[in-house]
C-alpha cells in the first residue's frame, strides 16, 4: 500500500495505518518500505506484517475506492444510485483486491 504523506519515513521504520472513516478497528500494523519525494511531500511504500493484515487494509481501501468512485460519478446519489455505482466499482476494479493479488503482493520482497 502507497500513501502521501508531508514527511520522510526512514525505511524499515514500523508504524500503524489507520482509516479513521471505516471506524476505529482500521488499524493494520506494517512498516516503511520505501519512501519516494514528490512535489509536495512524500509517497510512502507500507509493507504489511503478515498475509492476513495485508488483506483487511486492502479490503479497507477497496471500501474507501468505492466510496470516493460513488462521491465523483454521483455526489448527492440516493442510495440505490450509490449501490449501482459500488457494484459498478466491483465489477472494474474487484480482481486488483483479490486475495490471490494480495497473496502475490505479499510474497514479493519489499523494494530497498
Same mark, same amino acid.
Given at each position: ?32 518500505a520505501w ?6 511531500? @512524500? ?7 503478515? +498475509? *492476513?493484515?495485508?488483506?483487511? =487494509?486492502?479490503?479497507?481501501?477497496? /471500501?474507501? #475506492?468505492?466510496?470516493? @468512485? ?7 446519489? +440516493? *442510495?440505490?444510485?450509490?449501490? =449501482?455505482l459500488a457494484?459498478?466499482? /466491483?465489477? #472494474? ?20
Open positions: 500500500m502507497a500513501c502521501n504523506y508531508h514527511r520522510a519515513w526512514r525505511c524499515g521504520t514500523a508504524l500503524e495505518v489507520r482509516i479513521p472513516t471505516l471506524g476505529e478497528n482500521a488499524r493494520y500494523n506494517g512498516y516503511v519512501c519516494l519525494r514528490r512535489k509536495r511531500g @512524500y509517497l510512502v511504500g507500507i509493507a504489511f506484517i503478515d +498475509e *492476513q493484515t495485508l488483506f483487511r =487494509a486492502r479490503m479497507s481501501e477497496q /471500501v474507501c #475506492q468505492i466510496a470516493h @468512485y460513488c462521491h465523483l460519478h454521483e455526489p448527492q446519489a +440516493e *442510495q440505490r444510485q450509490i449501490e =449501482a457494484q459498478q466499482w /466491483v465489477e #472494474q476494479h474487484a480482481a486488483e483486491f483479490s486475495h490471490d493479488r494480495v497473496h502475490q503482493a505479499f510474497m514479493q520482497p519489499a523494494l530497498d
